[in-house]
């Protein structure tokens, strides 16, 4: 079956704009998380979502990021006035069975 | 802080040796242990999930957990060139909401 898939793959943006990036997870999958992976950093969560909420949104760095999810599938990661240290790859992953995360391709997101 | 500790390598095997990668943790509430593997550029891959103390095997990988040590650690038998790659240890936190992942271990193996 389709995995998650993740759009764009590569966003050039100016520092100061905003930036959306997709996730689309495996259908059926409540869970869905935002990871960021900076060079030579681990991977850091953002947020957690099961169904449309999200109990969990302790990694958003700070107010300018905010996440949505609608109709339990498709979340959309929002990224205003965007800053060069946001210079990451964003990964998005699906959760499946028994706490499961399976990653999409990542959104790699350059801020000049 | 919670953390997710692993040596960085990078860990060089020779071609049919047995690669052994170790991982330790500092919540002790964590009850699910995932092992990833990263290829340069690409996106994590899941590999092995183990909950339980004890080992699991899925053909060439064995996962081993002793929560008692806070101890996670990654056997791929037989290794190939193919298995060279990055290997990220991750950790659920207490909630279930997240995983708390390693920096990683470059494994290298050469034919």
């Known amino acids: ?7 764009p793959s590569n966003k050039v943006t100016e520092k100061g704009k905003d930036v959306e990036l997709r996730c689309d997870p495996i259908s059926g999958h409540t869970a869905l998380y935002w990871y960021r992976q900076s060079l030579g950093q681990g991977l850091e969560f953002l947020i957690y979502f099961q169904g449309n909420s999200a109990p969990d949104k302790s990694g958003l ?5 905010s996440a949505e999810r609608t ?18 790859v964003y990964l998005c992953a699906s959760g499946g069975r028994e706490e499961t995360q399976y990653f999409g391709p ?3 997101l350059l801020v000049l | ?5 692993q040596n960085s390598g990078p860990l060089s095997v020779p071609e049919g040796a047995i690669a052994s990668l170790n991982c330790t943790y500092s919540d ?3 009850q699910s ?7 340069s550029g690409k996106s994590p891959e899941l590999i092995m999930f183990i909950y339980s103390n004890g080992d699991k095997e899925d053909g060439r990988f064995t996962a081993q957990l002793n929560k008692a040590s806070q101890y996670v650690s990654l056997l791929i038998r037989d290794s190939q060139p193919s298995d060279s790659a990055t290997y990220l240890c991750a ?21």
Request: hydrophobic residues 30%.
């Open chain 1, 1 to 7: 079956g389709a995995g998650v898939s993740q759009s």
């Open chain 1, 61 to 65: 760095p700070s107010d300018r990021f």
């Open chain 1, 71 to 88: 109709g339990g599938s498709v979340s959309t990661l929002t990224i205003q006035r965007t800053q060069q240290e946001d210079s990451a």
């Open chain 1, 106 to 108: 990542g959104t790699r």
């Open chain 2, 1 to 5: 802080q919670k953390e997710v500790e």
């Open chain 2, 28 to 30: 002790r509430g964590s």
């Open chain 2, 33 to 39: 242990f995932f092992w990833y593997r990263q290829y």
């Open chain 2, 91 to 111: 950790v659920s936190n207490q909630a279930g909401t997240a995983l708390i992942f390693g920096k990683g271990t470059t494994l290298s193996v050469s034919s």
